[in-house]
């Protein structure tokens, strides 16, 4: 079993910057990558970014060049630098990790003001 909390969410005007954080729990050595995803209200769940277990990154279209994900293996933490905020990047930001299951955290809302 793994454990994930989510932290750093908040209330930022537009253009400013948030730092989520992922912390993992439990049997961190059966992850493979971990990722986040978000959720706004009335739409379905969709990617943001992931990391895998060797580094490599990939991003949605939609934040390329504005967020950037990494982890921190000694803290067992993954993050999620968010730079030059939308209005429509308000959402719940969720992370996920993937070992043979999926493991969800339980959220952390972002709203941007315009």
């Known amino acids: 079993q793994v454990q994930l909390v989510e932290s750093g969410g908040g209330l930022v005007q537009a253009g400013g910057s948030l730092r989520l954080a992922c912390a993992a729990s439990g049997s961190i050595y059966t992850i493979n990558h971990m990722g986040w995803y978000r959720q706004a209200p009335g739409k379905e769940r969709e990617f943001v970014a992931r990391?895998?277990?060797?580094?490599?990154?990939n991003y949605a279209d939609s934040v390329k060049g504005r967020f950037i994900i990494s982890r921190d293996n000694a803290k067992n933490t993954m993050y999620l630098q968010m730079n030059s905020l939308q209005h429509e990047d308000t959402a719940v930001y969720y992370c996920?990790?993937?070992?043979?299951?999926?493991?969800w955290g339980q959220g952390t809302q972002v709203t941007v003001s315009s």
């Open positions: 996920k990790a993937t070992s043979w299951v999926e493991y």
């Open positions: 990391i895998t277990s060797g580094g490599s990154t």
